[in-house]
């Protein structure tokens, strides 16, 4: 009878661990984190396996700023999507047997994601 009350207990327990960390990319007891720059990655974990250049589909919904109105009361709005792409490059790490490629996106000089592939035999 005790057993029958565990399991609903450990799963009611399970609900309330926090979730997972941001993902990061642990380089010689250093970690790669969200808005680092190239050369602090570059510091911290040293060359990628590879690197790949590309153009990224702009932000769907571009920034739209409406200045104060002017002395002659017209509003002028500007759209700030001057740019029909994000030049971005991503960086993939091979940390070693059993670990997860890992591919560093940089847009705007920074980190911006971390994403694992598959594990490394």
């Known amino acids: 009878m005790k057993r029958s ?5 450990a799963l009611l327990a399970l609900s309330f661990v926090a979730p997972a960390q941001a993902q990061t990319l642990n ?15 570059l510091q911290k ?15 769907p919904n571009p920034q739209v700023i409406v200045p104060p109105s002017s002395s002659t009361g017209s509003k002028t709005v500007i759209v700030n999507n001057n740019s029909t792409c994000d030049q971005s490059e991503e960086w993939t790490y ?18 911006k994601s971390i994403r694992y592939g598959s594990r490394i035999p």
Not at 94 to 111: D, H, I, K, Y
């Open 5 to 9: 009350l565990f399991i609903p207990a």
């Open 27 to 41: 380089c010689n007891r250093d970690f790669a984190q969200r808005g680092d720059s190239k050369f602090t990655i």
């Open 45 to 59: 974990c040293g060359e990628p396996v590879f690197k790949d250049n590309f153009c990224a589909r702009p932000d």
């Open 94 to 111: 091979r940390p070693g047997s059993g670990q997860f490629e890992t591919m560093l996106l940089f847009q705007n000089g920074a980190l």
